[in-house]
């Protein structure tokens, strides 16, 4: 009957084997875990020094400010838009923005040829083209295309409508 009370040694070693792996398992992850999470913070999270938060301040605007051409501005426009009373009027003044004074200069003395392009685009527009923000963006787009088919090689930047008034 002693034979059969005493515990086989055998069955022990498997178990403390099994809690040693697993504990080894648990710590190794721990590490792994700790020090992604370290390295995530540094390199992620962490708040940058003062002198390269304001250099990249400084690259920004730069980068973000654009440089503004020389501008000209042109008289007031006012036409008659296509309307079947014929009781429409618009009142616009333009002012463009150039390159440089060489291009102003170009502009000035080919006013007529712009001023001309520009009746004749606002004269063909209806009421409805006029007011709606698509149309004034496409009547800008067209009028850019063809100032600028006028003062090649010079390049007009952008055109700005200061008045816009229809009556």
Known sequence: MAAEKTPPATEQVPETKS???L????????LVL???GFFAYKTLLSPKPAAEEAAGHEEAKKEAAPV???MLAMEAF?????????K???????ELELENKEAVDKATKATPK????????LTSLGF????TPEGKIRVNDELLERFNEILKPDHIKNIYFTEFVVQ
């Open 23 to 30: 504990f080894i398992i648990i710590g190794v992850s721990i």
């Open 19 to 21: 809690k040693m792996v």
């Open 78 to 86: 006012v036409v008659n838009l296509t309307d079947p009373r014929g």
């Open 88 to 94: 429409r009027y618009l009142k616009v003044k333009i």
């Open 128 to 131: 409805e083209e006029v007011m």
């Open 34 to 36: 700790g020090g992604g």
């Open 68 to 70: 503004i051409g020389e």
């Open 114 to 121: 712009l001023r001309h392009n520009v009746i004749n685009v």
